[in-house]
């Protein structure tokens, strides 16, 4: 049920953005730093999500009722309180590295807070979300020393372009009219973004451009399933996007000569896949 709650099958997308941030950002790694910023990430985003379901249970009451405060696992209460608490332990642990760093977190705590709160009552919510994601890379860079530098910047913007498009991506009933052609479009940015990094990196990456072209291929794939829309195919779909988020972090990654953290990033592309096959990524 906490698993359940916590959507934990997409931590290793957190964990790959604090690494492309890091790396972007061309910080250094320091043992204590790293250990304050992976946990105040993961807490980050385990509270955002408790919350989430917090925020949701009248309205999960009729459309989800699969969701563990409909069924009567727990209580909203006690899963607001135990989310609010994550989120306060992760801004002390991020001012514990830096006072920037610090502030920074309470800005993706602020932006959190707000897509929790108005997701199903705006509709540019998605923008919320986007700007969850790219608040990580800088917090990232901030805790490790990082320098707020051009990589670190278009990165951040084309991982916000990402969450965009799939946020938006999953709220699309059909794809024959035209407000479903945007979240195709803003989901172009991320490619053109990869590939500018692999022509102005430090030098020619082979494994960046097979990241590249696994990224093309697996997002074609997850929204030609969009526009199919047959039975299971949205949340599979769904599911696939939010893993790539972790094959753009390689992809930056490799583009900047860094092959280990780029292969972690792999990994974690592999490992959200697998975790999503034990508990729900949505």
């Not at 807490?43 to 379901?53: A, I, K, P, V």
């Not at 925020?55 to 209460?77: F, H, W, Y």
């Not at 430090?202 to 990224?215: E, F, G, I, M, Q």
């Amino acid at each position: 049920m906490w698993l359940e709650l916590g959507r934990v099958s997409n931590l290793p997308t957190v964990w790959s953005n604090a690494l492309a941030g890091a790396v972007l950002a061309g910080a250094s790694w320091s043992f204590d730093p790293a250990l304050a910023l992976f946990a105040a990430l993961t807490l980050c985003y385990l509270g955002g999500m408790y919350l989430n379901d917090a925020c949701d249970a009248e309205i999960d009451a009729r459309e989800r009722a699969d969701r563990p405060i409909p069924r009567g696992d727990v209580d909203r209460l006690s899963v607001a309180l135990l989310g609010a608490a994550m989120l306060v332990v992760a801004s002390l642990l991020l001012f514990l590295c830096n006072a920037a760093t610090g502030y920074a977190g309470l800005a993706l705590i602020a932006a959190i807070l707000g897509y929790d709160w108005w997701h199903k009552r705006i509709g540019w919510s998605p923008l919320l979300m986007g700007a969850c994601r790219l608040l990580t890379y800088l917090v990232a860079a901030l805790a490790l020393g990082g320098a707020l530098n051009d990589p670190l910047v278009w990165g951040a913007l084309g991982l916000a372009c990402h969450v965009v498009g799939l946020t938006y991506a999953a709220r699309q009933e059909v794809y024959d009219r035209l407000g479903a052609v945007w979240p195709l479009g803003v989901m172009v940015i991320p490619v053109v973004i990869m590939l500018a990094a692999m022509l102005t990196g430090p030098a020619p990456s082979l494994l960046a451009l097979c990241l590249w072209l696994v990224y093309l291929c697996w997002g074609g794939w997850c929204l030609s399933r969009l526009h199919r829309r047959g039975p299971g195919d949205v949340p599979r779909a769904v599911v696939g996007l939010i893993a790539a988020i972790s094959l753009f972090d390689a992809t930056l990654m490799a583009a900047m000569n860094a092959v280990l953290p780029a292969l972690l990033g792999i990994l974690a592309f592999v490992a959200t896949l697998a975790l999503q096959r034990l508990t729900s990524g949505t």
